[in-house]
């Protein structure tokens, strides 16, 4: 299944579709209360908290962070990848949790930031994994092209007529760790189109009140 560019109409359609019969105070959408996905096995619901008083998760409270390397990234990270708002990241997830398998939501955050609390539907690669700056060897980064992420290696040469698309997440928009991955990816020769950047991240995720868990 190619997964191009998400028209809104069709988007939000396919949204309302998985919406909950009964509406609560704070929904996700006008016509959207929540959306029951898959993580780890288990059925979990992606909603806003309901509590009209709750404030903002103070690990990101925080509104300056030295630059750099806590420096805000661009809208648009790279040619040809599409930035996600978080409805379009609901809607990424939601087709994975309904068996898509050509999508892969990759948390790209270390492990520390990731117990905290992290997406539904995804998983943890940290970015640390996929830079060689940081350690990871070119055969480190191989296998997890060819076991995650579905390229094909024939001859020396990379093969992504196969591979996942890959849709990739860490802190916010001051985070660098999806953007440093996403473009060591490209220079991988992994095709621009089949990289989706959620660039609010779990600033804007925990910010909107929406669900996240924990890892086990």
């Not at 109409?9 to 029951?36: C, E, H, N, R, T």
């Not at 191989?142 to 997440?169: N, P, R």
Request: hydrophobic share 40%; proline share 5%.
């Amino acid at each position: 299944m190619k997964i191009r560019g998400l028209k809104t109409a069709a988007l939000f359609l396919s949204l309302f579709m998985v919406g909950s019969a009964s509406a609560l105070d704070v929904q996700i959408a006008p016509d959207l209360a929540s959306v029951d996905v898959m993580h780890n096995g288990e059925q979990v619901t992606i909603m806003r908290n309901q509590d009209t008083t709750n404030t903002i998760n103070p690990d990101y409270a925080k509104t300056s962070r030295k630059c750099p390397p806590f420096c805000i990234r661009p809208i648009k990270i790279a040619e040809g990848v599409e930035t996600l708002g978080e409805l379009e990241m609901i809607h990424y997830v939601k087709m994975k949790s309904d068996g898509v398998d050509s999508i892969l939501i990759i948390d790209s955050r270390t492990p520390d930031w990731v117990a905290k609390g992290t997406i539904p539907g995804s998983v943890n690669i940290p970015w640390t994994q996929l830079s060689i700056a940081k350690g990871a060897s070119p055969f480190d980064i191989a296998d997890i092209l060819q076991e995650k992420f579905g390229v094909i290696e024939q001859e020396g040469l990379w093969d992504y007529s196969k591979a996942k698309t890959l849709v990739m997440f860490c802190n916010g928009m001051w985070c660098g760790q999806s953007p440093r991955n996403i473009l060591m990816l490209l220079k991988f020769g992994y095709p621009a189109e089949k990289i989706k950047w959620y660039r609010g991240g779990m600033q804007n995720w925990e910010t909107l009140g929406l669900t996240t868990v924990k890892a086990k």
